[in-house]
Each structure stands twice: as C-alpha cells, then as structure tokens.
C-alpha cells in the first residue's frame, strides 16, 4: 500500500472548518498490518506497571504488537525488557501473565535462561556437534532496543527510538499527577480483567476521551449516583475550586476541559469536588501541603488520558488502568487493573475497589455499554453511502492553541487546549490521534521502504 493512500484517510483542513476519518481506516486489514508494523510495533508502547514486578526475579509478559515480551528483574533487582521467546525454536519462556524465577526452562527442547535474559544452559551442548560459527553466536533473550520506566510506568519499542521524555513530551505532566498521590507513587490492585470487543482498537482510544456519549450511553449509571446522593446526604464540598478566589475566577462558566499533544496523548477533564465519596479525601490536607491546593484538586478532578498508542488512565468513578491489544481490524483485547496510591488505608482502598467494581469492567455498569457501541459502529463502518465520519467537528470553533490557564498550574504545555462547559463535549482532541498515528505510519513506510 502506498503512503498517498494512507494519508488520504485523513482529511485535515481544520483552517476550513473541517476534519474526518475514513471509515476503511477502521475496517481495512491492510491497514491493520500497517498499524501493527509501525505503530505497535515502530515506537514506544507502554508495557505495565513497575509495582507488577517489584522484587529480583519477577516477571511479568505482554505483547508489543504481535511480539510476545517478557519484562524481568534481574538478581540485582535491575529491570529490562525482552522478546518472550527461545532463541532455539522461538517457543515462549514465561507463560504466566506474572510470577518470579531465578531461571526459565524453554519446555520445548530444555534451552535455559536466567532472569537477565541470559543464555545458562543448552540440553546436550557438549555432544550436539555443534560448528565453531554457532558456539559463537549470541544464544541469549533479545533484549528491547529501549525500555524505560517512567514513575512506575514501564515503556517499550522493538525499533530504536527517542528518549522516552520525548515521546510522553508535556503530557508526561498527567502522569506525574497520577504518580504523586501517593508517596511511593502507584500500584495495580491485586486482579486483573481480560476481555474484547468487536470493535477497532481506536474506538477504545475515542471512547475514553468522549464526554459527548456519557449521558446518553450510561443512564443508567447516573440515576443509581443520583439516587445514592439523596439517600447518603454526602458530597460535602471542601475543594479549593470554590475557596480560592483566583482559582475560582479561572474556572467561571468552566466546569472541566480538554487537551491534546502532538505525540498523539489527550486529556479529557471535569471538575470533581473533593468530598468524602472520593478515596483521596483522607490524603487531602496532605497532598495540600505538599504541592498546593490547586495541584492536589487536579488529582482529585475526574481525567481520562491515554498515551498513545495503548495506555489509558481513568480516573472518575475509582482509577483504572487500561492496556490496548489490537487483535484485528474488527477485534480489540482490553486488559484492565484498578490502579491506586501506595500506602492508601483500608477503607480509602475498600472505597476505590466499590467504586471500581459499579463502573469499570464486564460486570460493571459501563464497560458494557460502551463495548456495545463498539460493535454498533463497526458493523456502521461498511456504510460506503457515507465513508466520512462526522464524529470530529464538535469543538472546532473554540479550540485554542497551546496552554490555557488550567494546565499553567502544572507547568504543562499542550499543543492545543479546550476548556468548556458541561455542554460543549470536544471532540477536537481526537485530531491529536490521528495526526500522530499518520505520523507514525509514515515514519514506518519511509523505514521499511
């Protein structure tokens, strides 16, 4: 497939008012190889979290792509990343999804390696006959040409690529956010959940950044916090939204916003009021002091972010950690944790975990709703009466360039800005994605060209 191809997917001519995607960007498997290759594969992913894997010996696998990898600590507790797969025959070397060991035992042919990814051991080495030219080939785990941890945030790419900084750029802001509520930063809630939809993978990335679905998508959701309202008397005010005076004219006729960054990471924000149905209220005066009321607010207030391409914290109902797994064009594996401060107390997590448990998952009262959406437009993708989505012009009008006064009390400097009322519900952000994931497959293409 030719780059003039691709490209003409996405027609970009915000100085005329106007912006969609073609509905084959969603549906073509040509295109799915594309994204795979130089996407997924051609670039940062985020892997998992730090805290998965937090004494000498632990492991924890994923994908990168199609390619399985393994993250290991070694004995001195150093971390790294590898291909999950024996250099022999190429069979998997960790087949849990976490767990510790001081050594892997290919369980094909016996080949062993140990927890920094080293070759240790071939069956019958000395009487395989082997040529002087294999006794001298690396026999080792192939190590990830970059890895990096970030606050607990673990990176990954199977090419050489920039500093992982450069890639999170200003929106390595909103991770710093996410990272100092807790002292020792944050760590998955013991559980995963596994489960797809059939649905392309870049709903997933639209749908966590949509304020515009939310009501129509999740009555249901709504009128049981409604009903929990009146009948708990709780939601007592005490956020500096409301206290203080400066902060307070910043966010006249505002209720929450949106950013996006050129690496393709957005911010979907609402303004939350501190009270005690929220699990951080115990840590209020706390995270007060040490980096200011309007700091500590911004942890409070609801944020969905994604890191593009595969990472997603949401954080509104409880905090949920979500990694992306395309599978095909029409088929996305999610996986999911509640995430959480370190050192939390025990009702502030029972808290989190309840409120995780209402909104988040296949048993929540969201999750569901949303996969069924997903599925609804994939089958509406095969409209070619109408191959132009006209899902990107809410916004257009009032979306500003660089910071706003919000993301000034972070020192973060996004490439565009939207703060809005409850009403407005951009959908301008979701240009953020698509301008990097053309970036990224022309990157690609010029590569493998």
């Not at 106007?18 to 994204?35: G, K, N, P, Q, Y």
């Not at 390595?172 to 509520?181: E, F, I, K, N």
């Not at 708990?232 to 005490?238: A, F, G, I, S």
């Not at 115990?282 to 972010?305: F, I, K, Q, S, T």
Request: charged share 25%.
């Amino acid at each position: 497939m030719r780059w003039e191809e691709v490209s003409a997917l996405v027609d970009d001519r915000v100085t005329d008012g106007w912006f969609s995607v073609h509905r084959r960007a969603f549906t073509d498997a040509a295109i799915f190889d594309l994204e795979m290759r130089h996407i997924f594969e051609g670039g940062w992913v985020f892997l998992g979290m730090a805290s998965q894997v937090p004494n000498p010996h632990d492991y924890l696998t994923t994908t990168v792509g199609r390619v399985p990898i393994v993250v290991m600590r070694d004995g001195e507790g150093k971390l790294d990343a590898f291909v999950n797969a024996c250099t022999h025959k190429g069979a998997l070397i960790c087949h849990k999804r976490t767990g510790s060991g001081r050594l892997h035992v290919c369980r094909y042919h016996s080949w062993s390696f140990d927890s920094a990814g080293q070759s240790v051991g071939v069956k019958g080495l000395r009487d395989g006959a082997y040529s002087d030219a294999f006794m001298q080939t690396d026999r080792n785990l192939s190590r990830l040409p970059a890895f990096a941890d970030y606050r607990g945030f673990l990176f990954g790419s199977l090419v050489p690529t920039c500093p992982i900084e450069e890639h999170l750029g200003e929106a390595r802001h909103l991770l710093d956010v996410a990272a100092d509520q807790g002292e020792d930063g944050l760590e998955l809630v013991p559980g995963e959940v596994v489960f797809t939809y059939d649905g392309n993978w870049k709903m997933q990335l639209e749908n966590c950044a949509d304020a515009y679905h939310f009501t129509s998508t999740h009555p249901s959701y709504l009128q049981l916090i409604e009903k929990r309202r009146r009948e708990e008397k709780k939601n007592v005010v005490k956020s500096v939204w409301g206290e203080n005076s400066a902060w307070s004219e910043m966010t006249e006729g505002i209720t929450g916003g949106t950013y996006g960054f050129d690496q393709g990471h957005v911010l979907n924000w609402q303004v939350i009021p501190l009270s005690d149905t929220v699990p951080l209220a115990e840590r209020a005066e706390l995270l007060a002091e040490r980096y200011g009321a309007a700091r500590r607010d911004w942890m409070v207030n609801m944020r969905n972010m994604t890191i593009f391409p595969n990472l997603q914290v949401a954080e509104n109902a409880s905090s949920q950690l979500r990694i992306i797994r395309p599978l095909s064009a029409g088929k996305t594996e999610m996986r999911t944790f509640c995430i959480a401060p370190k050192g939390e107390s025990d009702g502030a997590r029972r808290m989190r975990i309840r409120n995780y448990e209402d909104f988040f998952n296949p048993t929540g009262m969201a999750t569901p709703d949303d996969t069924v959406c997903y599925a609804d437009c994939q089958d509406g993708h095969a409209n070619a009466l109408q191959p132009w989505i006209l899902g990107y012009a809410r916004g257009m009008e009032s979306v500003q360039d660089g910071p706003d006064q919000f993301a000034d009390v972070l020192g973060m400097k996004p490439d565009r800005s939207q703060p809005c009322g409850s009403q407005l519900c951009d959908e301008t952000l979701f240009h953020s994605y698509y301008r990097a994931w053309l970036s990224r497959l022309k990157v690609g293409m010029e590569r493998s060209a």
